[in-house]
C-alpha cells in the first residue's frame, strides 16, 4: 500500500519585505588601479563607467559584510531574526569550502536553527537566491526568508591584468522574503550556457596550490607567485549580456504579464554601464523607468550588486515601495535568471 503524503501548506505567494547593504569604508578611485596598469581613467570610465569601487578591509570579511547587510534588512523588516527559517547566500569569495558561511551567519543573526546554505551562481546568484527562498515559502518550508549576496571580489582581482584590474568591488546586500497574498515575484527566467563556461572563469584552480605544482603557477612583476584572478574574455561576455541577456529580460517580463510600459524600475547586474544602456534600448524602455547606475561607485559585485542598486534607488527617492522592478542577473557559467518583483 502506497502511503499518502501531505501537500505543502504555504503560502499563496511570497514578496521582498526589506533590504539591506553594506559597502566597505575604504573606497578606490581609478587612479589607484591605475598605479598597476597602463591605461587612463577616461578609458576605464568609457569602457565600463565605473568611477570608483569600494574594497575590504581586513575586518570587512565576507561574513562581517554580510551581517552588517542582513541586520539593515531585518530590522526593516520588523521581524525577529528567530523568525527566519532559512538563511541562503550567494558567494564565490567565502574561501572556505566547508561549512557554508550561511551557518555562520544564520547562528550570529541570532535566526536560531534555520536552513542555512551558499550557492555558487556568480552574478546571478542573488536572483538564484530570491527564486528559491520563493519557492520556500510557498512550499511552507520556511516563513521568513533571508537572501545575502556578499563578495570580497578585491581578493580574485588581478590588479595587472588591464582588462579586469577595474572592474570589481566589495560588498553586501540582503533581503527578506515573507508570505503574500498577492502575486509579488513573478515567474524565473533561468538558465545556464556551460558551452560558454571558459569565457569567465578563475585563473587557476585550488589544487594546484599543493606542493609541487608551484612551479606551475603564474608570477606577478615582482616574480611572486599569483593568487588565483578571475579573468574573462570581454568581448564575447560583453556580446552575450547585449543580445542574450536582453532576450531573457524580455522573457521575465512576458512570463509576468508585464510590459516595458508598466515598468518603474530597471535592476540589472551592475557589471557594464555598456551593457545596462544597450539593454535599456534592446527593452525599448520608457523614460520613465528608473535605471539603476550603482556601477559607477560600486565597481561589479557580483553576487551582491542587484540588492546594493536596489537598496540605494530606494534610498535616494529614486524608486519607491511598491514600484515593480525587473531584476536581472547574468555572469560566471555562465548563468542567467531574470524576475518582476515588487519592490519592499
Not at 550561511?102 to 546568484?125: K, L, M, V, Y
Not at 569567465?200 to 607567485?225: C, H, K, N
Amino acid at each position: 500500500m502506497t502511503a499518502k503524503i501531505k501537500p505543502s501548506k504555504g503560502a499563496p505567494h511570497a514578496r521582498i519585505l526589506s533590504v539591506g547593504g553594506y559597502r566597505p569604508v575604504r573606497v578606490v578611485p581609478n587612479e589607484v588601479i591605475l598605479e598597476h596598469i597602463d591605461s587612463s581613467d577616461e578609458w576605464i570610465r568609457s569602457r565600463s563607467g565605473i568611477a570608483s569601487r569600494h574594497w575590504a578591509g581586513p575586518d570587512e570579511t565576507v561574513a562581517e559584510m554580510a551581517l552588517a547587510a542582513s541586520g539593515k534588512a531585518v530590522a526593516d523588516a520588523g521581524i525577529n531574526a528567530s523568525e527566519i527559517g532559512a538563511v541562503i547566500v550567494s558567494t564565490v569569495t567565502h574561501f572556505k569550502q566547508t561549512p557554508a558561511v550561511a551557518t555562520e551567519i544564520a547562528h550570529r543573526i541570532g535566526a536560531g536553527n534555520p536552513a542555512a546554505f551558499d550557492i555558487s551562481a556568480g552574478c546571478a546568484g542573488f536572483t538564484y537566491g530570491l527564486t528559491l527562498g520563493k519557492g520556500l515559502i510557498t512550499d511552507g518550508t520556511a516563513k521568513y526568508v533571508l537572501v545575502i549576496g556578499v563578495e570580497r571580489l578585491s581578493d580574485l582581482t588581478d590588479k595587472e591584468d588591464r582588462a579586469t584590474a577595474f572592474l570589481f568591488g566589495d560588498g553586501a546586500g540582503a533581503v527578506i522574503l515573507g508570505p503574500s497574498q498577492e502575486p509579488a515575484i513573478g515567474p524565473t527566467v533561468w538558465g545556464s550556457e556551460g558551452d560558454k563556461s571558459n569565457t569567465i572563469t578563475q585563473t587557476v584552480p585550488w589544487d594546484r596550490f599543493r606542493s609541487g605544482d608551484l612551479d606551475q603557477l603564474p608570477l606577478d612583476a615582482s616574480g611572486e607567485v599569483k593568487f588565483p584572478a578571475i579573468t574573462q574574455e570581454g568581448q564575447a561576455v560583453f556580446r552575450w549580456a547585449v543580445y542574450e541577456m536582453a532576450r531573457v529580460a524580455q522573457e521575465a517580463l512576458d512570463a509576468a504579464g508585464v510590459s516595458a510600459d508598466d515598468l518603474d524600475v530597471f535592476i540589472p547586474h551592475q557589471a557594464n554601464m555598456r551593457i545596462i544602456d544597450s539593454m535599456i534600448k534592446a527593452l525599448k524602455l520608457p523614460e520613465h523607468v528608473a535605471v539603476a547606475r550603482d556601477i559607477e561607485t560600486t565597481g561589479n559585485t557580483s553576487a551582491a550588486s542587484i540588492p546594493l542598486a536596489m537598496e540605494r534607488l530606494l534610498a535616494t527617492g529614486e524608486a519607491k515601495s511598491g514600484d515593480t522592478a525587473l531584476v536581472i542577473g547574468f555572469g560566471a557559467g555562465l548563468v542567467y535568471a531574470a524576475a518582476v518583483v515588487t519592490l519592499p
